[in-house]
Every structure is written in structure tokens, then in C-alpha cells.
């Protein structure tokens, strides 16, 4: 699919997304190469309708109320390569090309680095960058996890 400034336009499609009864939906993020899970998120409907429109990730942050750009704060944007809805039309997928390959504000490749192993969670992916390197200067509330 070709995310394109006219898809945006049409709103449609926002129309069939089932939200909720707070007016989101769950956004789960895949690298579109590699289709690894990136992130777990939240969209509201301009959230959503930005990142068709910006061609970029955006989300709605539920613990700082406001609309967040992937990576304007990291760096680390998600370039947006698709956009799908699933059957029951309450869950969307992100398909990103994810710039400098961290999507974690742990500073790991994906925010789903730790596997069930033996009845404990191991974790499986190491830091790629120190999130104090990452975030310098920025304050923790910031930082927090959609």
C-alpha cells in the first residue's frame, strides 16, 4: 500500500475503525522488512489520520494526554509503509521502516525484547544505545511509555 497526502483526505476510512468508548484503538508496529514487532501503542483518530498524511508514525500518548511523533525526541522516527485494519476493525498494524533501528526508549531494537523462558522473562535483545545518551536533557515524564 502507497500512503499517500489523498488517502488522508478521505476520511472515510476512519469511519470503519472500531474505536473505543475512549475513542482509541491498539496499534501494534512491524518493521516491514523484517516483520519483526516493534511496539504496542494507541491511536486516536487524528493521530491516525496524521500519520497517513505525514507518511510517519504518530501516536496517542495515554500517559502525557497528547499526540506523539515517534522520534521527535530520540530521532528514531518509523517512516510509514502501511497502514492495515484487522477483520473485527479494532486493531491496526504500522508497517515502518524504523530509522536507526531502536523503536524502544530502552534503546533496544523493539520493545518486545524479553521471551517467556522456563516460566521467567529473559531478556533477548541487548541495549543498542544508552537511553541516557538518547534522551539527554529530557526529563523521564517525557519519556514515558504510550
Known amino acids: ?5 489523498e488517502t488522508a483526505l478521505a476520511k472515510d476510512w476512519l469511519n470503519q475503525v472500531n474505536w473505543s468508548n475512549e475513542g482509541l484503538v491498539p496499534v501494534i508496529t512491524q518493521d516491514f522488512k523484517t516483520l519483526r514487532v516493534l511496539t504496542h501503542a494507541w491511536l486516536n483518530r487524528e493521530a491516525l489520520a496524521l500519520a497517513v498524511q505525514e507518511g510517519r508514525a504518530v501516536y496517542w ?23 492495515f485494519l484487522d477483520c473485527d476493525g479494532d486493531t491496526v498494524c504500522y508497517m515502518v521502516e524504523q530509522v536507526g533501528g531502536i ?8 520493545c518486545f525484547y524479553r521471551r ?11 541495549v543498542l544505545k544508552d537511553p541516557e ?9 517525557q519519556r514515558a511509555t504510550p
Open 116 to 126: 517467556l523462558d522456563g516460566g521467567q522473562w529473559q531478556t533477548i535483545d541487548p
Open 133 to 141: 545518551e538518547i534522551y539527554a536533557g529530557k526529563h523521564a515524564a
Open 61 to 83: 500518548s495515554r500517559s502525557r494526554r497528547k499526540l506523539w511523533r515517534k522520534g521527535e525526541e530520540s530521532g528514531h522516527v518509523q517512516k510509514l509503509h502501511g497502514v
Open 103 to 110: 523503536a524502544c526508549h530502552t534503546g533496544r531494537e523493539s
Open 1 to 5: 500500500m502507497k500512503v499517500t497526502a
